[in-house]
Protein backbone atom coordinates (compact mmCIF):
# COMPACT_ATOMS: atom_id res chain seq x y z
CA UNK A 1 0.00 0.00 0.00
CA UNK A 2 1.44 3.37 -1.16
CA UNK A 3 0.38 5.74 1.96
CA UNK A 4 1.88 8.88 0.70
CA UNK A 5 -0.59 8.64 -1.98
CA UNK A 6 -3.58 7.39 0.18
CA UNK A 7 -2.81 10.31 2.57
CA UNK A 8 -3.01 12.40 -0.15
CA UNK A 9 -6.17 11.50 -1.65
CA UNK A 10 -7.24 11.31 1.94
CA UNK A 11 -6.34 15.11 2.37
CA UNK A 12 -8.41 16.04 -0.80
CA UNK A 13 -11.16 14.31 -0.18
CA UNK A 14 -12.35 16.18 2.62
CA UNK A 15 -13.83 13.06 4.41
CA UNK A 16 -14.28 13.93 8.54
CA UNK A 17 -11.14 13.23 10.43
CA UNK A 18 -13.41 11.05 12.95
CA UNK A 19 -17.54 11.29 12.89
CA UNK A 20 -19.70 12.54 15.50
CA UNK A 21 -21.52 9.13 17.42
CA UNK A 22 -25.49 11.27 15.91
CA UNK A 23 -23.79 11.03 12.12
CA UNK A 24 -22.49 7.23 13.12
CA UNK A 25 -25.94 6.52 14.43
CA UNK A 26 -27.88 8.23 11.43
CA UNK A 27 -25.44 5.70 8.85
CA UNK A 28 -26.22 2.52 11.10
CA UNK A 29 -29.72 3.21 10.90
CA UNK A 30 -29.99 3.90 7.35
CA UNK A 31 -26.98 2.35 5.34
CA UNK A 32 -27.52 -0.73 7.42
CA UNK A 33 -30.96 -1.43 8.69
CA UNK A 34 -29.27 -1.04 12.46
CA UNK A 35 -31.94 -1.47 15.44
CA UNK A 36 -31.59 0.35 18.35
CA UNK A 37 -31.30 -2.12 21.36
CA UNK A 38 -30.89 -1.15 25.50
CA UNK A 39 -27.48 -2.15 27.01
CA UNK A 40 -29.62 -4.47 29.48
CA UNK A 41 -29.89 -6.45 26.62
CA UNK A 42 -26.41 -7.02 27.11
CA UNK A 43 -25.49 -8.41 30.23
CA UNK A 44 -22.09 -10.09 28.74
CA UNK A 45 -20.80 -6.70 28.52
CA UNK A 46 -20.63 -6.89 32.62
CA UNK A 47 -17.61 -8.85 32.34
CA UNK A 48 -15.85 -7.53 29.72
CA UNK A 49 -12.74 -5.62 30.83
CA UNK A 50 -12.76 -3.46 27.75
CA UNK A 51 -16.20 -1.73 28.00
CA UNK A 52 -16.91 1.17 30.47
CA UNK A 53 -20.95 0.81 30.40
CA UNK A 54 -20.81 4.27 32.09
CA UNK A 55 -19.87 5.71 28.13
CA UNK A 56 -21.81 3.89 26.31
CA UNK A 57 -24.04 5.54 24.28
CA UNK A 58 -25.51 3.60 21.81
CA UNK A 59 -26.29 -0.19 21.60
CA UNK A 60 -27.41 -1.82 17.80
CA UNK A 61 -28.01 -4.86 16.08
CA UNK A 62 -27.79 -5.38 12.24
CA UNK A 63 -29.96 -8.78 11.55
CA UNK A 64 -31.68 -7.76 8.51
CA UNK A 65 -30.53 -11.00 6.11
CA UNK A 66 -30.16 -8.90 3.04
CA UNK A 67 -28.26 -6.63 4.47
CA UNK A 68 -25.96 -9.35 6.32
CA UNK A 69 -25.47 -11.03 3.07
CA UNK A 70 -24.37 -7.41 1.25
CA UNK A 71 -21.80 -7.11 3.85
CA UNK A 72 -20.42 -10.28 4.45
CA UNK A 73 -17.40 -11.77 3.04
CA UNK A 74 -17.74 -15.08 1.58
CA UNK A 75 -15.44 -16.69 4.54
CA UNK A 76 -17.47 -14.91 7.15
CA UNK A 77 -20.99 -16.14 5.51
CA UNK A 78 -19.74 -19.59 5.60
CA UNK A 79 -18.71 -19.34 9.34
CA UNK A 80 -22.23 -18.23 9.69
CA UNK A 81 -23.31 -21.29 7.73
CA UNK A 82 -21.55 -23.29 9.93
CA UNK A 83 -22.82 -21.95 13.09
CA UNK A 84 -26.44 -22.22 12.02
CA UNK A 85 -25.68 -26.23 10.49
CA UNK A 86 -24.10 -26.72 14.25
CA UNK A 87 -27.40 -25.43 16.21
CA UNK A 88 -29.89 -27.28 13.73
CA UNK A 89 -28.21 -30.60 14.30
CA UNK A 90 -28.54 -30.33 18.19
CA UNK A 91 -31.10 -32.38 19.46
CA UNK A 92 -32.04 -31.00 22.45
CA UNK A 93 -33.44 -27.72 21.21
CA UNK A 94 -36.61 -27.03 20.20
CA UNK A 95 -37.11 -25.63 16.96
CA UNK A 96 -37.98 -22.03 18.48
CA UNK A 97 -34.86 -22.26 20.50
CA UNK A 98 -32.80 -22.85 17.32
CA UNK A 99 -34.86 -20.11 15.69
CA UNK A 100 -34.31 -17.77 18.37
CA UNK A 101 -30.18 -19.11 18.88
CA UNK A 102 -29.95 -18.77 15.36
CA UNK A 103 -31.25 -14.96 14.99
CA UNK A 104 -28.81 -14.32 18.07
CA UNK A 105 -25.54 -15.77 16.67
CA UNK A 106 -26.00 -14.75 12.85
CA UNK A 107 -26.60 -11.12 14.10
CA UNK A 108 -23.87 -8.24 14.62
CA UNK A 109 -24.11 -6.37 17.40
CA UNK A 110 -22.20 -3.21 18.03
CA UNK A 111 -21.63 -1.14 21.42
CA UNK A 112 -20.83 2.46 21.04
CA UNK A 113 -18.94 4.53 23.60
CA UNK A 114 -18.48 7.67 23.92
CA UNK A 115 -16.13 9.67 27.29
CA UNK A 116 -17.66 13.71 25.93
CA UNK A 117 -20.98 12.40 24.45
CA UNK A 118 -19.82 13.46 20.95
CA UNK A 119 -17.52 11.41 19.67
CA UNK A 120 -16.65 7.53 19.82
CA UNK A 121 -14.47 6.88 21.82
CA UNK A 122 -14.64 3.02 21.91
CA UNK A 123 -17.01 0.64 20.07
CA UNK A 124 -17.28 -3.56 20.57
CA UNK A 125 -18.77 -5.71 17.49
CA UNK A 126 -20.19 -8.59 18.39
CA UNK A 127 -20.16 -11.00 15.11
CA UNK A 128 -18.28 -11.02 12.67
CA UNK A 129 -17.73 -8.48 9.93
CA UNK A 130 -15.04 -6.76 8.36
CA UNK A 131 -17.17 -4.02 6.50
CA UNK A 132 -18.69 -3.24 9.98
CA UNK A 133 -14.93 -2.93 11.68
CA UNK A 134 -12.85 -0.81 8.78
CA UNK A 135 -16.40 1.68 9.24
CA UNK A 136 -15.79 1.87 13.09
CA UNK A 137 -12.24 2.55 12.57
CA UNK A 138 -13.32 5.39 10.30
CA UNK A 139 -16.29 6.62 12.37
CA UNK A 140 -13.90 6.31 15.71
CA UNK A 141 -11.73 8.45 13.74
CA UNK A 142 -8.11 10.16 13.99
CA UNK A 143 -7.00 13.15 15.54
CA UNK A 144 -6.11 15.92 12.51
CA UNK A 145 -2.28 16.48 14.55
CA UNK A 146 -2.14 12.29 14.51
CA UNK A 147 -2.66 12.15 10.61
CA UNK A 148 1.80 11.77 9.82
CA UNK A 149 2.94 9.17 7.25
CA UNK A 150 4.99 6.66 10.02
CA UNK A 151 2.36 6.62 12.29
CA UNK A 152 1.14 3.23 12.51
CA UNK A 153 -2.65 4.18 13.98
CA UNK A 154 -2.88 6.48 11.11
CA UNK A 155 -1.72 3.97 8.58
CA UNK A 156 -4.49 1.82 10.30
CA UNK A 157 -7.20 4.01 9.72
CA UNK A 158 -4.89 4.99 5.58
CA UNK A 159 -6.00 1.07 5.74
CA UNK A 160 -9.45 1.32 6.73
CA UNK A 161 -10.49 4.04 4.69
CA UNK A 162 -9.45 1.82 1.55
CA UNK A 163 -10.84 -1.25 2.57
CA UNK A 164 -14.21 0.49 3.64
CA UNK A 165 -14.47 1.96 0.13
CA UNK A 166 -14.41 5.65 1.35
CA UNK A 167 -10.75 6.15 -0.66
CA UNK A 168 -10.00 4.35 -3.81
Not at 23 to 31: A, D, G, P
Not at 62 to 68: F, G, R, S, Y
Not at 92 to 118: G, M, R, V, Y
Amino acid sequence: MNFKEIHQRFIESGLPYKYSIDEVSNILEKKYQAKKRDQEDFQDLNSDPFVNRQNIVYCYTIDDEEVLNNILSQEEKEERDYIKKQILNDQKLSQEEKNQIIKDETAINIIIESDDQKFISNFTIQGSSNQILNEFIIFKGINEEDCVLGNEEYEYFLRALVRGGYIN
